[in-house]
């Protein structure tokens, strides 16, 4: 079955930076774009961008950008983002989801999520 | 960016009532709208998505539709297991953007 299996939760300092990585299974991975949600309890759900995960090509959120990077190493069917410069407000629990980039226009399978917090 | 107003914010209901939640967006969207529900701890599952076409797996009692620039989910003969948030998501344009969500619990 299709799953997408996140790493775990992180700990981080102000100014560090998080690499969260995404491994997905039960599909041909690069036929569906991987896209990254990040959840708060103030500002809910957020989109932050998605990856074509055939060609590395990405659609970025403006807020976003320089703040996230995503990447893709499709010899392990994985995806990452890079979360840099944190601070607080980068705490937050991120999910990758698998985004079909066609009709219907879903993103149909979600990772657990991973939880992020950034404290000194 | 497109911004999704969804109502009500909670939402407390008894076992087998009719349930509906709504999103308008800022601008038009087409049918560009997705349904999910999450529960506690749990990542979003997808609902209904092309605004009215319910998501494989997912019980008939749930239906989503559209009415002009309204947008709605409904849930049919509410049990126990719909509790949790929901949201709509609206994916015409980037940035994607989502409704608040509808925390539904039992009454």
């Known amino acids: ?120 | 960016d497109i911004q999704m107003t969804q109502s009500p914010a909670s939402l407390s209901a008894s076992l087998e009532e009719i349930v509906t939640i709504t999103c308008q967006p800022s601008q038009g969207i087409g049918n560009y709208l997705s349904w999910y529900q999450q529960k506690l701890g749990k990542s979003p599952q997808l609902l209904i998505h092309s605004a009215t076409s319910l998501a494989d797996g997912v019980p008939s009692r749930f239906s989503g539709s559209r009415s002009g620039t309204q947008y709605s989910l409904k849930i049919n003969r509410l049990q126990v297991e719909d509790t949790g948030i929901y949201y709509c998501l609206q994916i015409s344009s980037t940035p994607w953007t989502f409704g608040g969500g509808t925390k539904l619990e039992l009454k």
């Open chain 1, 1 to 120: 079955q299709v799953q997408l299996q996140q790493s775990g939760a992180e700990l981080a300092k102000p100014g560090s930076s998080v690499k969260i990585s995404c491994k997905a299974s039960g599909y041909t991975f690069t036929s569906y774009y991987i896209s990254w949600i990040k959840q708060t309890t103030g500002q809910g759900l957020e989109y932050i961008g998605y990856i074509n995960t055939g060609s590395g090509g990405t659609n970025y959120n403006e807020k976003f950008k320089g703040k996230a990077t995503l990447t893709v190493d499709k010899s392990s069917s994985t995806a990452f983002m890079q979360l840099s410069s944190l601070t607080p407000d980068d705490s937050a629990v991120y999910y990758c989801a698998r985004w079909d980039g066609t009709y219907p226009w879903v993103m149909d399978a979600w990772g657990q999520g991973a939880s992020v917090t950034v404290s000194s």
